[in-house]
């Protein structure tokens, strides 16, 4: 699985940006897709998750502010971020979790996009 992000960049605190990220490669098996994020100094902390079935996952601090959406159809995965904070400032990593089942058991995979820099600033 590859993964495509894009979307990133600079805005000013309280404004919006809405990230993108392509699946290609053996997507049949993806079963979550969502975003991380590491700023300077910090660890890679989940933002937002969504399953197949559309199902959502927000940090408390993305809750509210940010959207996950996915296209089943095009392999892809959205994150509308509103109402920005420069605490929001960081890489932003997309990422798929792929299950595959087997008789003996299931095999877990995590990939993960490129990364794309969201920059707020105040």
């Known amino acids: 699985v590859q993964l495509q992000a894009s979307g990133g960049g600079l805005v000013q605190a309280g404004g919006s940006l809405r990230l993108s990220c392509a699946a290609s490669g053996r997507v049949s098996n993806i079963d979550v897709m969502g975003w991380y994020r590491q700023a300077p100094g910090k660890q890679r902390e989940l933002v937002a998750s969504v399953t197949t079935h559309h199902s959502t996952n927000y940090a408390e601090s993305a809750r509210g502010r940010f959207t996950i959406s996915r296209d089943n159809a095009e392999n892809t995965v959205y994150l509308q971020m509103n109402s920005l904070k420069p605490e929001d400032t960081a890489v932003y990593y997309c990422?798929?979790?792929?299950?595959?089942?087997?008789?003996?058991?299931?095999?877990?995979?995590?990939?993960w996009g490129q990364g794309t820099l969201v920059t707020v600033s105040s």
């Open positions: 990422y798929a979790h792929v299950s595959v089942p087997t008789i003996e058991k299931t095999w877990e995979y995590d990939y």
